[in-house]
Nanobody, 117 residues
Framework: QVQLVESGGGLVQPGGSLRLSCLAS????????VGWYRQAPGLQRELVAA???????NYADPVKGRFTMSRDNVKNTMYLQMNSLKLEDTAVYYC???????????WGQGTQVTVSS
């Protein structure tokens, strides 16, 4: 069974930093495109960042220059380093792994990130 376990969320002041982690099991992680999404109350889920199996990264405009996504194919883990956090970054953050052959999207349980003074 595929399982994605997230950690690293929490409460942080504006301008602060957090690092999210997502550990994947039950899937050939290195074959897969992976990404981070977020969803704020009342809003649709949006893509934050993604890295293809080939190592190419893309970021949503609101986080460019502030967030950095990475992946470790040995540890089967993906990360999201979030710097210079803003109030509007407050959301539940979900990691995503897309199966190479099935194209099925697997999701982490979500971790709350709250940016507040």
């Amino acid at each position: 069974q595929v399982q994605l376990v997230e950690s690293g969320g929490g409460l942080v002041q504006p301008g602060g930093s957090l690092r999210l982690s997502c550990l994947a099991s039950g899937i050939f992680f290195s074959n897969c495109d992976v990404g981070w999404y977020r969803q704020a109350p009342g809003l649709q889920r949006e893509l934050v960042a993604a890295i293809t199996s080939g190592g190419n990264a893309n970021y949503a405009d609101p986080v460019k220059g502030r967030f950095t996504m990475s992946r470790d194919n040995v540890k089967n883990t993906m990360y999201l380093q979030m710097n210079s956090l803003k109030l509007e970054d407050t959301a539940v953050y979900y990691c995503n792994v897309r199966g190479k052959w099935s194209q099925h999207n697997y999701w982490g349980q979500g971790t709350q990130v709250t940016v507040s003074s």
